[in-house]
Nanobody, 120 residues
Framework: QVRLVESGGGLVQAGGSLRLSCSAS????????MGWFRQAPGKQRELVAT??????TNYADSVKGRFTISRKNAKETDLQMNSLNPEDTAVYYC???????????????WGQGTQVTVSS
């Protein structure tokens, strides 16, 4: 089965940096978009950043200039987070648009999430 596994979350002081990584594994024909979402307590899950297979990126306004999403390879994406502030505290989820077979439609898959806590 397809799995997405995040790593790199933790506790960091305001102004610090953190790098999140996501790796997909399992039966995969092709991954199109990959991205990161986050959900803070009491809030809805929101888009953080996405990257297409061709390298096009999209960011939430709140993280532009501070976060950078990259595609390490076809199955891995990193999120470099700089100048972190307490408002960035949330569970961060990796997602990927995956075709498991050449004749199958793309489906969204989600990781289990990794906690990012920014102290003031």
């Amino acid at each position: 089965q397809v799995r997405l596994v995040e790593s790199g979350g933790g506790l960091v002081q305001a102004g610090g940096s953190l790098r999140l990584s996501c790796s997909a594994s399992g039966s995969i024909f092709r991954i199109n978009d990959m991205g990161w979402f986050r959900q803070a307590p009491g809030k809805q899950r929101e888009l953080v950043a996405t990257i297409t297979s061709s390298g096009n990126t999209n960011y939430a306004d709140s993280v532009k200039g501070r976060f950078t999403i990259s595609r390490k390879n076809a199955k891995e994406t990193d999120l470099q987070m700089n100048s972190l502030n307490p408002e960035d505290t949330a569970v961060y989820y990796c997602n990927a648009e995956i075709k498991r077979f050449w004749n199958a439609p793309s489906q969204l898959y989600w990781g289990q999430g990794t906690q990012v806590t920014v102290s003031s």
